[in-house]
């Protein structure tokens, strides 16, 4: 994982520019395409939990994990002030606890990118551990394009489908642009759908 204090990097006064405070746009539009249905969701590296308690709006049975006790501490108290039942839990996400899974949808809204390449064989055992066959996960990450600094590290489509496929069947890669609060430009990602074969 990318050394780096996470939570330092949310005590700051200046939030994340990953942390909109709005429920990713790639989300959104997986959610309207109708490819998910309400199900018992995972969100790794959930942070302040925009994302999961967007989920739990929806109809999902909705769990967040993130390394920082500091972001599941805001999340906890954002689904409370929102008024939907989610669970925020502090954990890695190379060494899941017992999450009661499985889990039929997994998202991933700017985790795997900040592992390093050592860490990526055990984190896809983390996914496959909390699924079942069929069990979708759902990717966003930085592009190897267009890598920008400050941006977010970045992967190329050959790293994503080398690191998933002995597992995931992958549906589909596409472009896209991340959401951001603070940064100049909105960085490159890919967007991928993958089920678990």
Same mark, same amino acid.
């Given at each position: 994982m990318i050394e780096r204090d996470w939570n330092q990097t949310y005590r700051d006064p200046q939030a994340p520019p990953w942390d909109t405070g709005k429920?990713?746009?790639?989300?959104?539009l997986l959610l309207e395409s109708g490819a998910v249905k309400p199900c018992r969701a995972l969100d790794l590296?959930?942070?302040?939990? /925009?994302?999961? +308690?967007?989920?739990?709006?929806q109809g999902f049975n909705a769990t967040g994990v993130d390394?920082? $006790? &500091?972001?599941?501490?805001?999340?906890?108290?954002?689904?409370?002030?929102?008024? &939907?039942?989610?669970?925020? +839990?502090?954990?890695s996400v190379l060494a899941l606890p017992d999450l009661g899974g499985p889990f039929e949808f997994v998202s991933d809204i700017g985790c795997f990118h900040t592992l390093a390449k050592d860490q990526r064989n055990a984190f896809v055992a983390q996914v496959t551990r909390v699924t079942q066959p069929g069990s979708v996960y759902f990717l966003l990450c930085g592009n190897?394009? $267009?890598?920008?600094?400050p941006g977010p590290p970045t992967l190329s489509e050959e790293e994503i489908r080398g690191t998933f496929s002995g597992h995931f069947d992958i549906e589909w890669i596409r472009e896209c642009r991340f959401d951001t609060a603070?940064?100049?430009?909105?960085?490159?990602?890919?967007? /991928?759908?993958?089920?678990?074969q």
């Open positions: 429920p990713s746009t790639q989300l959104r590296g959930c942070g302040t939990g /925009t994302n999961a +308690i967007f989920l739990a709006q390394l920082s $006790e &500091v972001a599941v501490q805001r999340a906890l108290a954002k689904a409370q002030t929102a008024g &939907v039942t989610a669970n925020f +839990i502090c954990a190897a394009k $267009e890598p920008l600094d603070s940064l100049p430009k909105a960085p490159l990602g890919y967007a /991928t759908l993958m089920r678990r």
